[in-house]
Antibody, heavy 124, light 113 residues
């Protein structure tokens, strides 16, 4: 069974750093993209970026470029999303999802499956 | 404001048919990029419902169907059931001056009356 398991909920203070994880299993981790999606409380889905663990090729949404860092460690089939200095506005649920890319040149595709989500709360 | 526009809400009685629209532009759906749909049940992670405009993953009932025309796409749900009450999101690819992105619609809340 293809599965993505995310790390647990986090409560942080503004200015702190954070790295959350997403571990893939049941498939070749280096052969598929992994994306990250933000969902703020009561709001919709926002695409943050995507990484190809095979060669660490990473693409960011302009909205999140410079705000977060996406990385992966293929030796342990795990992708990461990290912040160097959290803000209250980073409070949200964060999902990772496997990207199914059918047009490699354009990195166009869809997400399946999704992780269970990691709730990040930033509050003083 | 989302790149793809969906109605905030739709509703229907059990057994009825509802459709959810997803309107884009010439830099995404109109450029020929595929549309995909996700279902998010309350308190859970999104789940793939339709990929490549009209394809259903294994396990998705054939009550769900997708279509695409021009700069828009639609999700249709027939034989509405109480368990279909959820948020639905469309997703595509956008290639514009600001870069290339995977983009989502704002989401549509389906209420089963």
């Amino acid at each position: 069974e293809v599965q993505l398991v995310q790390s647990g909920a986090e409560v942080k203070k503004p200015g702190e750093s954070l790295k959350i994880s997403c571990k893939g299993s049941g498939y070749s981790f280096t052969s598929y993209w992994i994306g990250w999606v933000r969902q703020m409380p009561g709001k919709g889905l926002e695409w943050m970026g995507i990484i190809y663990p095979g060669d660490s090729d990473t693409r960011y949404s302009p909205s999140f470029q410079g705000q977060v860092t996406i990385s992966a460690d293929k030796s342990i089939s795990t992708a990461y999303l990290q912040w160097s200095s959290l803000k209250a506005s980073d409070t949200a649920m964060y999902y990772c999802a496997r990207g199914i890319v059918v047009v490699p040149a354009a990195v166009e595709g869809w997400f399946d499956p999704w992780g269970q989500g990691t709730l990040v709360t930033v509050s003083s | 404001q989302s790149v793809l526009t969906q109605p905030p809400s739709v509703s229907g009685a059990p057994g009825q048919r509802v459709t959810i629209s997803c309107t884009g532009s010439s830099s995404n759906i109109g450029a020929g990029y595929d549309v995909h749909w996700y279902q998010q049940l309350p308190g859970t992670a999104p789940k793939l419902l339709i990929y490549g405009n009209s394809n259903r993953p294994s396990g998705v009932p054939d009550r769900f169907s997708g279509s695409k025309s021009g700069t828009s796409a639609s999700l249709a749900i027939t034989g509405l059931q109480a368990e279909d009450e959820a948020d639905y999101y469309c997703q595509s690819y956008d290639s514009s001056l600001s870069g290339s992105n995977w983009v989502f619609g704002g989401g549509t809340k389906l209420t089963v009356l």
